[in-house]
């Protein structure tokens, strides 16, 4: 069947599920179902989706549709997956980037298809949409159903990334140092400068530009080339400067300092920055005192 002519279903009305739905409307696929737990959100959804009806049921929205997806929480894809009779032919894709196409072992059973599709984003505001031009979608799934999988991904302007079924749990774990542990250092880095009598609006003012330039650099020298730090440097005195100044304002802020400077010596040899004898000096001093017992 055509990607064109696959009737698509919604089952999660949150932020992946409203992003798709819209996401695929936009690109000229039809979306035929939306049904979420609650009766309302699917309601507000459908009403944005030209042609889309709001379902009384998951069970309704798998019925009126070739290719579902189901947009629900991880620790909900197989409940909700396993509380629908899936008819042969169909399909049940879910969204999850760390979970295992076993999730789905209840409608593979009864002769659906089965699939993953993650989109390797950070989702905003619930409600709001979002574009997924050039990013990564994480596809799983046998060849017949991968191939509409990636159609449809690139219907969507993003790019297809295929992953052994075995390596989902990696890949997802993996991707949360470029996602969330960024916005959680972006927290670390106000919550230090809080100390200083620095606003978190001025904080982040400040560093915005700070980060938009490291992805830049990332995206036109790679990770080693867009390296600039005082490991890098080899700057040992200002280090030292750092781990005293972490010791006195938050001993948790200095382990975690340690840790990441740490990981940043060979990018910095691989940048062809920092001397070998250096870079032994500087692992030493950050490696003492990172086992407190």
């Not at 008819?87 to 298809?113: F, I, Y």
């Not at 990696?170 to 470029?178: E, G, K, R, T, V």
């Amino acid at each position: 069947m055509s990607v064109k002519r696959l009737k698509l279903g919604i089952i999660g009305a949150g932020r992946v599920g409203t992003g798709l739905a819209l996401g695929f409307a936009r690109a000229g696929r039809k979306v035929v179902a939306v049904a979420s737990r609650s009766a309302a959100s699917a309601r507000r959804l459908a009403r944005r989706v030209p042609g889309a009806l709001a379902c009384a049921s998951p069970q309704d929205a798998a019925d009126a549709a070739d290719l579902v997806f189901l947009t629900v929480p991880d620790d909900a894809i197989e409940a909700v997956a396993s509380s629908i009779r899936w008819r042969a032919g169909a399909a049940c894709v879910h969204c999850s980037g760390a979970g295992d196409l076993d999730l789905l072992r209840k409608p593979a059973a009864e002769g659906a298809q089965v699939g993953g599709f993650h989109p390797l984003r950070m989702f905003g505001e619930p409600g709001k949409s979002f574009d997924l031009h050039g990013c990564a979608v994480a596809i799983a799934g046998p060849h017949a159903l991968s191939g509409e999988l990636e159609r449809l991904a690139r219907a969507l302007g993003a790019r297809p990334l295929r992953l052994p079924e075995d390596g989902r749990a990696l890949y997802h774990a993996a991707a949360n140092f470029s996602g969330a542990f960024v916005v959680a250092l972006i927290a670390e880095t106000v919550t230090l400068w809080k100390k200083l009598g620095i606003s978190e609006a001025d904080a982040m003012r400040a560093l915005l530009p700070l980060l938009r330039g490291s992805v830049d650099n990332v995206e036109k020298l790679g990770a080693a080339g867009a390296l600039g730090s005082v490991v890098a440097r080899g700057d040992v005195g200002t280090i030292r400067r750092h781990l005293e100044a972490l010791a006195k304002a938050d001993p948790a802020s200095l382990d975690l300092y340690r840790m990441l400077s740490l990981r940043t010596v060979p990018l910095a040899i691989a940048k062809g920055t920092l001397r070998p004898a250096v870079a032994a000096e500087i692992a030493a001093l950050l490696k003492a005192g990172t086992s407190r017992q």
